[in-house]
């Protein structure tokens, strides 16, 4: 089986898909090829699962402690980083310039993150590193300017969520400080994204509540929102314990 | 303000928060046994006292907590009088962005409540400074903020990006308590909106392009190298440079974690990564001391003998 991803296996192979550009076949491919897969590997995933040992086809398990969530986080920017590298790619019908600057430095920002979290993990748990992630983007229409700024925004704000709610489970502070200073950068990024939808919804009632503050959510309900974006099965059960 | 909702997000963050209030059932005996003296007047008060009992504020508050959340709130009383001030100078701003500002202004509210509620009698004052304890000319080194909207906002981003830096420096000093480190992380990003609006206002809206000869006047939604010093540079060089030590490097920081973030990363096809974007994918923490000193520029006579920012 073709599919089968171990920690640190063919990481050039699997991240391949995610640096180039994908072409609207290959997306038809994968969604052929995986979907078998997927349901098995849906069968055979339990909730006890032992950390960074996935065994099950096309499960990556993100592992435990501070790895744990350095994985999470490396988990989300290879969605987005794919993710913003098929916008710019294929734009959608009437980019203006200045989107096209703009949703390009954001591709920028989302592969230095990629690539950042994957150096940041061999270096500090060689082995423990997760492969790089296919991308199901097969709901997203590439061509239709709301259809590819919806994402973006549920993107945006998912990962300042994250990372929100990842804080607490960060054991050691030059983490800690790391997921600070990326946070503050997808937030500038939520807020352009919204403004491009909807000027002046940069902080608006759906996402920042009456007090103020930005919404936090725990690995499960991230994990939950991102799954239909990601072809393996991602399992958090262990992240930060 | 919904008390109910407000506790239900809360829940969401914080799923003990009922257990930190007795139990689900007291929590109801006590709203309902306020019954109609619960309004919208009383209610930031009300919760204030539960959040003290909740998160147990004062004697369980480590120095080190209270010294971060303290500055934190001095810096919230900064931003909401020069908001509340700008929205209160009649053709300030434009129309159409005074709900923008509102929001904005509203915010920075949320966060001095959150902040004193948490802080109890621990708060630096007991008092909220008033207009008075300002001078957002920094002591005539800027130009009257309140004259135009362009010196309104770029003087506004320039108190953003500080808080946004100040927030990611102090984090670190509230790992101790999760529910407080969670609740800075959520007002911290929310800094972050706010700048990014900021920003995009500054360089003419959703449909402007950044001018990267003059950072200054028209910046990028975020920081890119030090943005030639932001707005004034003789007064907001330091909110996008280096802090008190090798910590705390200058937005232009392209070294994270021992790795060159410019030159191990790979760019999209077709794109080659800069320094200026290597340097904008991270913002930078500022400590406490360089933060101070970036805010004592604008406290008046009636603020230095207050012993704000000190």
Redo the contacts between chains.
């Keep these: 089986m073709s599919n089968i991803i171990k920690p640190g296996e063919d990481e050039a192979g699997f991240t391949k898909p995610l640096?180039?550009?994908i072409k609207r076949r290959s997306f038809f491919m994968y969604a052929g090829a995986t979907a078998g897969v997927t349901a098995l590997a849906l069968a055979g995933c339990n909730d006890d699962s032992d950390n960074n040992s996935p065994s099950t086809p096309g499960m990556v398990d993100l592992g435990s402690g501070d790895v744990g969530v350095l994985n999470y986080a490396y988990a989300l920017e290879q969605l987005e980083?794919a993710f913003?590298?098929q916008v710019?790619?294929t734009p959608y019908a009437n980019m203006?310039?200045?989107e096209k600057?703009?949703l390009?430095?954001i591709?920028?920002?989302e592969?230095?993150?990629r690539?950042?979290f994957k150096?940041?993990i061999d270096?500090a748990a060689a082995g423990k590193t997760i492969p790089g992630l296919t991308p199901d983007f097969s709901k997203i229409n590439f061509t239709d300017r709301n259809s590819v700024l919806t994402t973006a925004r549920t993107f945006e704000d998912l990962g300042?969520s994250a990372?929100?709610?990842a804080?607490?489970l960060?054991k050691d502070?030059?983490y800690?400080?790391?997921a600070?200073?990326?946070?503050?950068?997808?937030?500038?990024?939520?807020?352009?994204i919204r403004?491009?939808i909807s000027?002046?919804s940069?902080?608006?009632d759906d996402i920042?509540?009456?007090?103020?503050?930005?919404?936090?959510?725990d690995v499960a309900t991230v994990l939950t929102a991102a799954q239909p974006f990601i072809k393996e099965t991602i399992s958090g059960a262990n992240v930060g314990k | 303000m919904d008390l109910f909702k407000i506790i239900s997000d809360i829940e969401k963050v914080d799923p003990e928060v009922y257990d930190r209030f007795d139990t689900r059932r007291r929590v109801f005996k006590h709203i309902s046994g306020m019954g109609k003296a619960v309004t919208a007047a009383t209610l930031p008060g009300l919760l204030g006292t539960m959040f003290n009992k909740a998160y147990g504020q004062s004697s369980n508050l480590s120095t080190e907590i209270v010294q971060t959340l303290n500055l934190a709130l001095q810096l919230e009383y900064l931003e909401y009088h020069y908001y509340d001030t700008g929205l209160k100078t009649s053709g300030l701003i434009p129309s159409a962005d005074i709900p923008a500002i509102t929001i904005i202004r509203d915010d920075e509210l949320g966060h001095i409540n959150a902040l004193r509620a948490v802080l109890g009698s621990q708060a630096f004052s007991p008092n909220d400074p008033t207009r008075a304890a300002f001078d957002y000319t920094a002591g005539g080194k800027l130009p009257d903020p309140f004259a135009n909207s362009a010196n309104f906002y770029g003087t506004g981003q320039a108190f953003v990006d500080t808080g946004v830096r100040a927030y990611k420096g102090g984090a670190p000093s509230l790992m101790s308590n999760k529910a407080i480190l969670t609740a800075a992380l959520n007002i911290h990003s929310v800094e972050a909106r706010h700048s990014s609006h900021l920003r995009l206002l500054r360089r003419g809206g959703v449909s402007a392009t950044a001018d990267v000869t003059n950072l200054n006047a028209k910046p990028k939604s975020w920081i890119s190298g030090t943005d030639n010093g932001g707005p004034v540079p003789a007064v907001t060089a330091p909110v996008y440079g280096a802090g008190s030590d090798a910590n705390h490097p200058a937005e232009s920081n392209v070294t994270q974690a021992n790795i060159n973030v410019q030159t191990s990363s790979t760019a999209p096809t077709g794109l080659t990564i800069t320094a200026a974007a290597a340097s904008e994918a991270f913002d930078e923490p500022l400590d406490a001391a360089a933060v101070k000193a970036i805010a004592r520029n604008f406290r008046s006579a009636v603020g230095a003998t207050a012993g704000l920012f000190n």
């Design positions: 640096y180039a550009p980083a913003y590298a710019i790619a203006t310039a200045d600057t703009y390009t430095a591709a920028k920002h592969a230095i993150h690539d950042f150096k940041a270096t300042v990372y929100n709610g804080g607490k960060i502070t030059n800690l400080l790391i600070g200073k990326i946070v503050s950068v997808e937030a500038r990024h939520a807020a352009y403004d491009l000027n002046g940069f902080a608006a920042v509540d009456a007090n103020g503050l930005d919404k936090a959510n």
